[in-house]
């Protein structure tokens, strides 16, 4: 078992890009209207502990920064802190941004391979292994303290409540990528899934798999 070992930058960039590739490709297109709108979350660990230190942390600019634009995308299921984003807890502006990714794409893969919506329990169990392993690299890179992260790293979905890369590869993979990140170092990631240009592809991979010719 290897230790919470700080990736390098470019192996963030990489595994961050993919994130908004994927998003910008497929998962945008077919989001729909009624998932637009303004929400928020319970307060960041900043905002929440009365004394904290409110200094301005900016992740505007950086990496990271991707990674909350994606979030932003998906207000059914981005609930950010409610207070001014510049003075939050940065782990806690990463963690609920990629909570938003892995819920919001486990709602819109489901959706596109069987036309409804999955049950509560997925896209939220998806959301919180998103949270907890983009969050740990966020912090161990950053040096970051967030108690908020702390909890969510103690109490890790069940293996069983998530999904597995033949079920929603996209989400499959993201949840892969970043429980070892360490592993990918320095090769860029290549799987079939960077030969679809939208979820219908991705369906018909997956149909054609489970039908034996
Ligand atoms: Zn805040
Ligand atoms: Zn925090």
Excluded at 18 to 36: E, K, M, N, Q, S
Excluded at 59 to 87: I, N, Q
Excluded at 134 to 147: D, K, L, P
Aim: proline content about 9%; overall charge positive.
């Amino acid at each position: 078992m290897r230790g919470e070992r700080v990736l390098d930058e470019l192996t963030v960039h990489q595994l961050l890009g993919r994130i908004v590739y994927f998003h910008v490709l497929l998962i945008a297109p077919g989001l729909p209207a009624a998932d637009r709108g303004p929400a928020s979350g319970p307060a960041c660990c900043r905002h929440r502990t009365p004394g904290s230190r409110l200094r301005d942390t900016t992740l505007e600019g950086s990496a990271w920064g991707a990674l909350l634009a994606v979030a932003v995308e998906l207000p059914g299921h981005h609930k950010p802190c409610p207070r001014k984003s510049g003075t939050c807890c940065p782990a806690c502006r990463v963690t609920s941004a990629a909570a938003a990714v892995g819920s919001g794409w486990a709602a819109a893969e489901h959706r596109a391979y069987h036309q409804r919506s999955p049950a509560p329990g997925l896209a939220d169990a998806c959301g919180r292994a998103a949270a907890s392993r983009v969050g740990r690299v966020f912090a161990a890179r950053h040096a970051t303290a967030c108690a908020a992260l702390d909890r969510l790293t103690a109490e890790p979905p069940a293996p069983e409540a998530l999904p597995s890369v033949d079920e929603l590869p996209l989400t499959g993979e993201l949840l892969a990528l970043w429980a070892d990140p360490a592993a990918t170092t320095q090769a860029p990631v290549t799987s079939w899934l960077n030969h679809c240009t939208g979820l219908g592809d991705v369906r018909r991979v997956l149909e054609s798999r489970r039908t034996p010719s």
